[in-house]
């Protein structure tokens, strides 16, 4: 039964508000620069590359401290999926921020690299060209993922799982495109 702590843990790990705290610390209201969004790439954008990337990171980290560590203790991959899911559902809706929070591409990329080393890396290069190419991060989170799933497939993986891991950045665009942040202004390939 303790293996459900894992799920608001997640949530809670997931509202720690990476960019707001980022951009505070150099007098910055992120809602008030560029999209508003709460993001990685609105802080890349608009206040600095460095703390774009410690944006990137912090977030993306909030979506492996949960999975790793419900890994660590013998949990269902399930349920180590359910707590980044929750770490994502934080994010999106952080309790720290009054449940005003980003799209969570960064969180997801860190879920899948929690769950599925190999194929997260393998899938990321196709991912890291799109990017360069085009700087659109919902495109380069979908070919990301559609690589993730085929290096996962190719890996003799379990495809149910695979296919739940991959699926995630849908659930962020959707929610970035239809259920938008009060107050955040969308932009094509804006993440968080």
Partial sequence: MYE????PCGYLLGSIPFAYLVVRARKVDIFQVGTGNPGAVNVFREVSRRAGVAV???????GVVPVVLARLVGVSPWLALAAGVCALAGHWYPVFLRF??????ATVIGVAFAMMPLPALLGSLPGALVLYVRHDAGLTAGVGFLGLFVAALLLGGPVALALAVAA?????LARQRLL?????????GEEA
């Fill in 100 to 105: 005003r929070g980003g799209a969570g591409l």
């Fill in 180 to 188: 938008p942040t009060p107050g955040v202004r969308r932009e094509v």
């Fill in 168 to 172: 995630l950045p849908a659930l962020a």
């Fill in 4 to 7: 459900l702590l894992f799920l």
């Fill in 56 to 62: 990137l990171l912090g977030d993306a980290a909030k």
